[in-house]
């Protein structure tokens, strides 16, 4: 299943969901950069610079989503675990230590700890893509 793709903040980069992973390609080239494997769903993010990825990690008998994960794209590992229930959409904030998460009927806000192991929540992250 193809998901909506999404531009990173500043252009550089574009995210599509296909089928059990999300790929990243440059906007400059058109050249796949990553592909990251999760679990796809609507509500998945790309922070800022397409560091991490916040996506769905674990669903209930039902198929509602549990909880998420937040993945550094780079080394396909996961820094981070969320729980939120019946999530309709999921967004980072513009310097990438914050996530929104809308769920029925509420609005959570979750804050990053900005630590080495939190790449993506860094505003002064200056890694580059290969």
Same mark, same amino acid.
């Given at each position: 299943?193809?998901?909506?793709?999404? &531009?990173?903040?500043?252009?550089?980069?574009?995210?599509?969901? =296909?089928? $059990?992973?999300?790929?990243?390609?440059?906007?400059?080239?058109?050249?796949?950069?990553?592909?990251?494997?999760?679990?796809?769903?609507? *509500?998945?993010? %790309?922070?800022?610079?397409?560091?991490?990825?916040?996506?769905? @990690?674990?669903? $209930?008998?039902?198929?509602? +989503?549990?909880? &998420?994960? %937040?993945?550094?794209?780079? +080394?396909?590992?996961? %820094?981070? @675990?969320?729980?939120?229930?019946?999530? @309709?959409? +999921?967004? &980072?904030?513009?310097?990438? @230590?914050?996530?929104?998460?809308?769920?029925?009927? *509420?609005?959570?806000?979750?804050? =990053?700890?900005?630590?080495?192991? +939190?790449?993506?929540?860094?505003?002064?992250?200056?890694?580059?893509?290969?």
């Amino acid at each position: 299943m193809l998901g909506g793709p999404k &531009f990173s903040p500043d252009g550089k980069y574009l995210a599509v969901s =296909i089928e $059990d992973a999300v790929r990243i390609w440059s906007t400059a080239d058109w050249k796949m950069l990553r592909e990251v494997k999760i679990k796809t769903s609507h *509500a998945w993010a %790309v922070s800022p610079g397409s560091h991490c990825l916040l996506g769905p @990690r674990d669903a $209930d008998e039902e198929g509602n +989503t549990v909880s &998420f994960q %937040v993945i550094d794209t780079l +080394t396909n590992e996961e %820094v981070a @675990r969320i729980t939120a229930n019946r999530v @309709r959409a +999921t967004a &980072f904030g513009h310097h990438g @230590r914050n996530i929104a998460i809308g769920s029925y009927p *509420a609005l959570e806000l979750w804050q =990053i700890m900005v630590t080495a192991a +939190t790449p993506c929540a860094s505003p002064q992250d200056q890694r580059q893509m290969p």
